[in-house]
Structures are given as structure tokens and as C-alpha cells.
């Protein structure tokens, strides 16, 4: 039987868990997954470390396939956990959503000069993220 290679695009590179008390729900997934909490409150948002990362390589996963995520105060447009696409552009990654029947949930927007979010929602009513890395220096 053949080796089929397929090369992946917009991989999923991180997941995102809406709580309504963040602090209660940090205690959870460190209690019950040992993931490590980092707490951002300028951003009103909690970093959750499932997988160790490589600080030489802008704190990505050091194994191939993990993906690490976030914690934000649920809300009205973001009630359900999500995942988040990497794109090489959201600007053009949202005309692709429009044209594809989806629609934009929250406008692309700057995440601490490391890259760009914004969130969509599918056919199916299904919230997704798209992130985007900043230009490298």
C-alpha cells in the first residue's frame, strides 16, 4: 500500500477555553491536566502551557502535533471553546470565510506585537480563530 504525503495548510496551533470565573477554571485544568497557568490581566486572558515549548523558537511546542492555548471570560460571541487556524493572512483568510458562506465574529486584531487574531464563524455556526504570526524582524 502507497505512503500518501499530504502537505498540511493552516495548521490548528492553539486551542482557546471560555470560563465564566478564570480563576476557578485555572485551578481546574492545572488540578486536573497539570497544565501550566500563566495569567495575562493587561490582556484579560490566561495563557494554558499543555505542552513544554522552546523559548529559543518564540515558545513554540517542543514536540511535533502539541499545540498550547488560552483562557478568556466567556461572552455572548465567544461562548464555546475554539480553535485557532494558523494563517499566512487574515485579511485574506476573511475573504475566503465571507466567500465560503462564513462570516466574521471579531476583527482582525494585534496580540502583543507576536501576531494577529480574529474569529469566524462557520456554515454550521461553529466559532474558529485565525491567527497570523508577526513579520519576523
Do not use: Q
Not at 12 to 24: G, K, L, N, Y
Not at 52 to 64: A, Q, R
Not at 76 to 97: G, K, M, Q, W, Y
Amino acid at each position: 500500500m502507497p505512503i500518501i504525503i499530504i502537505a498540511m495548510k493552516n495548521p490548528v496551533v492553539h486551542f482557546e477555553i471560555p470560563a465564566d470565573d478564570t480563576t476557578r477554571a485555572s485551578e481546574f485544568y492545572h488540578k486536573a491536566f497539570g497544565w501550566e497557568i500563566m495569567p495575562f490581566p493587561e490582556m484579560k486572558y490566561t495563557g494554558l502551557r499543555s505542552a513544554d515549548i522552546d523559548e529559543k523558537n518564540n515558545n513554540m511546542p517542543t514536540e511535533l502535533g502539541r499545540i498550547n492555548g488560552g483562557m478568556y471570560e466567556r461572552s455572548a460571541d465567544l461562548p464555546v471553546p475554539s480553535i485557532t487556524v494558523n494563517v499566512p493572512s487574515i485579511d485574506e483568510a476573511i475573504e475566503r470565510v465571507k466567500t465560503a458562506g462564513g462570516s466574521v465574529v471579531r476583527e482582525k486584531v494585534s496580540v502583543g506585537g507576536m501576531g494577529f487574531i480574529a474569529y469566524i464563524k462557520d456554515t454550521e455556526g461553529n466559532v474558529m480563530g485565525m491567527w497570523e504570526d508577526a513579520p519576523k524582524a
